[in-house]
């Protein structure tokens, strides 16, 4: 369709287009008259109304403006009410008043969690004086401070000299009776530089030093050995919640791991460090399983001090409770699948001690037990052959079996019995300076020391085992306690002379890291506590039966056990002055508490030299604290409170690993029950009485079944005489008689039961 009257014009781009023309804007009449108006402002209210005006508002519905005027509003000044704001200032919304007032309360409790962990960290003179600030009023924020500035200040004024030293008990000196030329260990390093003060270095160790100067690693002798940390990239990246269902906290559970390694794995390690923290990283479950993983977890709490009243065996909330129990239900499964691993022998040991250190080894006993039935079935003892021992698995069952056998081997030594494991296992123990990878290496760096440690864990496991193979061979193997009747002095002397010979030998070829002048650590320490110790035992034992029988023998004997009592006494104030007692150590108890009886019983026999054969055991207590005095015809005043000394100090470091474990606290309550009352009270002037008061430890007295021997000091002694559960209940320290308490009867394991091989 065309649309006509319409002419059509082509469009060009060479022509501009012509735009519509503009509307002519109009005016409003006031602009006419006044062209800069005033601007109307809106109208300014509060971005927060007071709590009066809000509630107003609210209950009458009306819309109410506050001026937000401070610090009162209009309205309230003429109702001549309070007026309260929930803002800051003015300008503040009640949005951002919430957010800060959230951030308040998340700071104020961030503080007091911090002053809790310090409350419970810290030693009982400083928590007594935050608790003293807390008591006067003072602001939470302030203490928290407070603590900080102390501890910079201190860090601060120690960097110049970073040396420390602990102070003996009652006497602060070393005993005249140990400083003696035939003492080695007071010319030790770590005595040296635990003597030494101010800058000053000992002229030996300087002249041991390097070429320029400069002293052979001081960090492990100047420093207290938990002041170190484990440097190992594996327990960083290890997620122990993947193998246990009590906890998730994984940086927790890595600390428990690490103090761990650091502390007590040397001395009783179960399994290979390294092929257990490769597979736990890996998942893998080769040398890891979530049996073994829940029972080194329950070991290390019970020696975490990060942990508070780690010694309530009892309560289901303490971890080493949960644990433990988690570590028992796994092994109920993995027994009724009947299915043979190295894993669950190696975590046998660990529940094993578990029970140990709860006083009630008896029920632990079943499990190690089994472990050794286990390892004899899948032939865990026998060599392997030299070509599958360069295997990983080869490698991992040879330590196992060793493992194994030491601590069956301390066992029976701790115990008086036959031990279950009584021949040395055939896989041969690699040289540690050719093949330490086979033992695995523990590295240390202390504070403002760069440098890195070796524990000499190698040469430790090697000498240790040894030390076991000696007392195997030479005396538990023949001196078996149902073999006593047939017992005379002369195979007494016999055996007797064939381990002290043996003993000898091996103390004389000890590497150049655990010699007398270089020992410093505490699994070093003890390893040497424990060899005086055995030679002890087999001095007091000829002793008792070979006076009659060899008389010329008998003055050797005497002699070897003195100087063995002195060098054990030494190594214990050597070990208190670097390290000091607070920190768990598995075996330091044992240690304490032989020393102690000792110290007893020459209180009690103060003219001993000529009547040793009938001193093997402390005389009751002495009702009479003026006997000692008037009876006495050699001992002095000074040698007395000097052997009290040693005595307050043994009781000091049991009651300090009793905060631990619970055996502990039982065997400081048979230590205190055979002091004097004199004694009684001047111990409680240095530990305190508080827990003889408290009722939940005196309410667990009566259940405790242990087998350790405290008051045994000779291989003569009858251990059913000094077992602890005994002691405690022939003393009267397990509470009212007429509470019935938990009865277990432990059957001893007989020769038959032993691993034959």
Same mark, same amino acid.
């Not at 302030?142 to 004024?157: F, M, T």
């Not at 030491?406 to 066992?411: E, G, K, Q, R, T």
């Given at each position: 369709m ?19 023309a503009?509307r ?17 402002r809106?109208?300014?209210y509060s ?5 009066? !005006? ?18 009162? !509003?209009?309205?309230?000044?003429? #109702?001549?009410?309070?007026c ?11 949005s ?6 959230l +951030?308040e ?9 911090q ?26 924020a302030? @203490? ?18 970073t040396r ?64 170190? /940390?484990?440097?190992d990239?594996l327990?960083?990246?290890v ?26 794995y040397?001395?009783l ?18 040398? !890891?399983?979530?049996?073994?993983? %829940? ?7 019970i ?8 010694y ?13 129990? /988690? ?7 993995e027994?009724t699948?009947?299915r043979?691993?190295?894993t669950?022998i ?12 709860? #006083? ?7 499990y190690?037990?089994?472990?050794v039935?286990m390892?004899?079935? @899948? ?10 021992? /360069?295997?990983?698995?080869?490698r ?7 493992a194994?056998f ?6 029976a ?5 036959? *031990? ?8 041969p123990?690699? $040289?540690?300076s050719t093949?330490?990878?086979w033992?695995g ?31 195997? $061979? %030479?005396?538990?193997?023949?001196y078996r ?7 005379? =002095? ?18 004389g ?8 002048g ?6 070093h320490?003890?390893?040497? &506590? ?11 034992a000829?002793?008792?039966t ?5 008389p /010329?023998?008998?003055?050797?004997? @005497?002699?070897?056990?003195?100087? +063995? ?9 050597l ?6 007692f ?5 075996y ?7 020393l102690?009886? &000792?110290?007893l019983?020459?209180?009690?026999? =103060? ?6 054969p009938q ?7 002495r %009702?009479?604290? +003026? ?17 009290? *000394? ?18 502990g ?12 009352p ?22 667990q ?31 009267g320290l397990?509470g ?6 938990i ?15």
């Open positions: 065309q649309n006509q009257g319409v002419a059509h014009v082509p469009i060009t781009t060479s022509r501009r287009r012509i735009l519509p503009a002519p804007q109009t005016v409003h009449p006031r602009l006419l008259s006044n062209p800069n108006p005033p601007l109307h809106r109208k300014s971005t927060a109304a007071c709590q009066t !005006c809000r509630k107003r508002k609210v209950k009458v519905r009306r819309c109410f403006k506050c001026n937000a005027a401070r610090p009162t !509003c209009s309205y309230c000044l003429s #109702a001549a009410i309070s309260v704001y929930t803002t800051r200032s003015a300008n503040e919304t009640r951002q008043a919430l957010k800060r007032k +951030s309360v998340e700071d104020r409790e961030t503080t007091l969690q002053i809790f962990e310090h409350l419970r960290d810290r030693p009982e003179t400083e928590s007594n004086e935050i608790v003293k600030r807390i008591k006067d009023g003072s602001d939470p302030c @203490i928290l401070r407070h603590i900080r500035e102390g501890d910079l200040l201190l860090q601060l004024a120690l960097v110049p000299e420390y030293r602990f102070v003996f008990p009652y006497i602060e000196e070393m005993r005249a009776s140990l400083v003696r030329p035939d003492n080695p260990y007071l010319g030790s390093w770590v005595y040296e530089w635990t003597k030494s003060s101010g800058s000053s270095v000992p002229q030996k160790l300087i002249l041991a030093g390097q070429s320029n100067g400069n002293v052979e690693p001081q960090g492990p002798y100047s420093k207290p050995y938990h002041a170190a /940390e484990v440097v990239p327990l960083g990246t997620k122990p919640s993947e193998w246990t269902t009590v906890s998730s906290d994984d940086a927790l559970m890595r600390k428990m791991l690490a103090n761990y390694f650091l502390g007590n040397e001395w390690a179960p399994f290979q460090k390294d092929y257990f923290l490769e597979d736990m990283a890996a998942g893998r479950d080769g040398c !890891c399983s979530s049996l073994l993983v %829940n029972s080194v977890l329950a070991f290390a709490s020696a975490y001090s990060g942990l508070s009243r780690r309530e065996y009892w309560n289901p909330r303490n971890l080493s409770y949960q644990f433990l129990a /988690e570590a028992k239900r796994i092994w109920e499964v027994i699948s009947g043979t691993r190295i669950t190696q975590a046998s040991i660990l529940i094993h001690l578990g029970h140990h250190f709860n #006083a009630m080894d008896v029920l632990g006993a079943p190690t037990q089994k472990a039935d390892a004899q079935r @899948i032939g865990l003892f026998r060599s392997q052959g030299v070509i599958q021992q /360069e295997t990983r698995r080869s991992a069952r040879g330590f196992t079996a060793w194994l030491n601590f069956h081997s301390l066992l030594y701790a115990h008086l019995e036959p *031990s279950l494991v009584n021949i040395a296992p055939a896989v123990l690699p $040289d540690p093949d330490p990878d033992y290496q523990i590295w240390l760096r202390y504070p403002l020391d760069a440098k890195l440690h070796t524990t000499h864990f190698p040469y430790l496991f090697r000498a240790q085992s040894e030390l076991r193979v000696i007392l195997a $061979d %030479n005396w538990m193997q023949r306690v149902d073999q006593k009747e047939d017992w005379t =002095p002369t195979t007494t002397l016999q055996a007797a002379s064939d381990c002290l010979v043996s003993m000898r030998q091996w103390y070829n000890l590497p150049e890291p655990l010699t007398a270089r020992i410093t650590f505490p699994s320490l003890i390893m040497h &506590m424990n060899y005086h110790n055995v030679i002890i035992n087999l001095a007091h000829v002793c008792v070979g006076e009659a029988q060899a /010329e023998n008998l003055e050797f004997y @005497i002699q070897v056990r003195d100087a +063995s009592e002195r060098h054990l006494e030494t190594l214990v104030r070990y208190y002055l670097r390290h000091g607070k920190h768990f150590d598995c330091l108890s044992h240690c304490l508490v032989q102690g009886f &000792m110290v019983m020459r209180l009690s026999s =103060p003219t001993r030299t000529n009547d040793l001193a093997t055991t402390p005389s009751p207590p %009702n009479n604290p +003026s006997t000692t005095n008037t009876e006495d015809k050699t001992t002095t005043t000074t040698e007395i409170n000097t052997l009290r *000394s040693t005595l307050f100090l043994a009781a000091k470091g049991i009651h300090e690993q009793g905060q631990s474990y619970f055996v606290k039982a065997l400081l309550r048979t230590l205190k029950a055979k002091m004097s004199v004694e009684q009270q001047l111990l409680a002037q240095i530990i305190g009485d508080a827990e003889d008061r408290d009722p939940r430890v005196v309410a007295m009566r259940h405790v079944r242990s087998r350790v021997l405290p008051s045994a000091l000779s291989f003569a002694d009858d251990p059913e005489v000094h077992q602890l559960g005994r002691l405690v209940e022939e003393l397990g009212d008689d007429g509470e019935e308490g009865h277990v009867e432990y059957k001893k394991p007989s020769l038959s039961a032993s691993v034959s091989l």
